[in-house]
Nanobody, 126 residues
Framework: VQLQASGGGLVQAGGSLTLSCAASGRTFSRIGMAWFRQAPGKEREFVAA????????SYEDSVKGRFTISRENAKNTAYLQMNSLKPEDTAVYYC????????????????????WGQGTQVTVSS
């Protein structure tokens, strides 16, 4: 699986951005998707995840109520809608994927994901 992340940019605090992650191949419906982020000098951290069935979603506490993860299997694409952005959301955002069986929920563990996109920069100015 190859992943291509896009949609990052510069936005003022309180603004919105939507990130997209396009996956190659015809296996998208078999993979769980997630977004992680990494700020300068910090470790990569979990942001949001969605199961392959779209029935299970998880969010990091600081983004709950502001970010929404979704997926569109017909387009082999996952999204991260980010609202009410804050300067502390500034980071490189990475999408990630993992193959799972249908009943497995969304994982927040970075080590569960074997496929990664190249990252897209999100900068929120104050």
């Amino acid at each position: 699986v190859q992943l291509q992340a896009s949609g990052g940019g510069l936005v003022q605090a309180g603004g919105s951005l939507t990130l997209s992650c396009a996956a190659s191949g015809r296996t998208f419906s078999r993979i769980g998707m997630a977004w992680f982020r990494q700020a300068p000098g910090k470790e990569r951290e979990f942001v949001a995840a969605v199961s392959r069935s779209d029935g299970s979603k998880s969010y990091e506490d600081s983004v709950k109520g502001r970010f929404t993860i979704s997926r569109e299997n017909a387009k082999n694409t996952a999204y991260l809608q980010m609202n009410s952005l804050k300067p502390e959301d500034t980071a490189v955002y990475y999408c990630a994927a993992r193959f799972t069986i249908l009943t497995v929920g969304a994982s927040t563990d970075l080590t569960d994901y074997g496929y990664w996109g190249q990252g897209t920069q999100v900068t929120v100015s104050s």
